[in-house]
């Protein structure tokens, strides 16, 4: 079965410094997501990307955060400079179109 | 606006038990509903979703959910639970044109042997 891929599963940084998170999304798929759950706290929607650009973002999703499609297979996440508050598990995610999408399985970004 | 309320952050049910995880959404528009589980340090799994045609859904594992309009509910059923259900269990409603997910606290389920 396809899956959304993402890597790294687990990544430590200091605050202050540059982030990139990663994710292959299923191949056919056209639509992509980033959401993000602090630790106990709900899962919240950040940024979703169509046909090369953001289509919609939370306000979450403030200058601190980009997103990029960097080539015809890769969705990456960047956060400029992280605080202490980003620390938080990020799902990836893509789908064909329409509601319910695919999910990676996360990585975990702790910030220090 | 749309949003997502779970009753009860953990449910524990014994072995074989029924299980039942509540849900019940707000939505100024006809919802699209879902519910995803989460195993221990793993991603996002889709367990079932409702796109407004049955209002009983069945999906993986066994689980179904039905929608219930009038009551804005869409409860997660398993008649008879397993040890390898412990995991948590998220419901969520989709909004907006790029179908983005709202999302409930999440329903830790606890099974007894």
């Known amino acids: 079965e396809p899956e959304v891929t993402q890597t790294p599963s687990h990544q430590v940084t200091q605050m202050g410094q540059e982030v990139i998170l990663r994710c292959v999304p299923i191949s056919n798929h056209l639509y992509f997501y980033w959401y993000r759950q602090i630790l106990g706290q709900k899962v919240e929607f950040l940024v979703s990307?169509?046909?090369?650009?953001?289509?919609?973002k939370s306000e979450i999703f403030d200058d601190q955060f980009s997103v990029e499609r960097p080539d015809g297979s890769n969705f990456t996440l960047k956060i400029r400079s992280t605080k202490l508050e980003d620390s938080a598990m990020y799902f990836c995610?893509?789908?064909?179109?329409?509601?319910?999408?695919?999910f990676g399985s996360g990585t975990r970004l702790t910030v220090v | 606006a749309q949003s997502v309320t779970q009753l009860g952050s953990h449910v524990s049910v014994s072995e074989g038990a029924l299980v039942l995880l509540r849900c019940n959404y707000s939505?100024?528009?006809?919802?699209?509903l879902f519910w995803y589980v989460q195993y221990p340090n793993q991603g996002l799994q889709l367990l079932l979703k409702y796109t407004s045609a049955a209002t009983l859904v069945k999906g993986i594992n066994g689980f179904e959910a039905e929608f219930k309009k009038s009551e804005t509910s869409f409860h997660l059923t398993k008649p008879s639970a397993h040890m390898s259900d412990a995991a948590e269990y998220f419901c969520?409603?989709?909004?907006?044109?790029?179908?983005?997910?709202?999302w409930g606290a999440g329903t830790k389920l606890i099974i007894k042997p």
């Open positions: 939505s100024s528009v006809p919802p699209y």
């Open positions: 990307f169509y046909n090369n650009e953001i289509s919609e």
């Open positions: 995610a893509s789908s064909a179109g329409g509601p319910g999408y695919t």
């Open positions: 969520a409603v989709s909004a907006g044109s790029n179908y983005q997910l709202i």
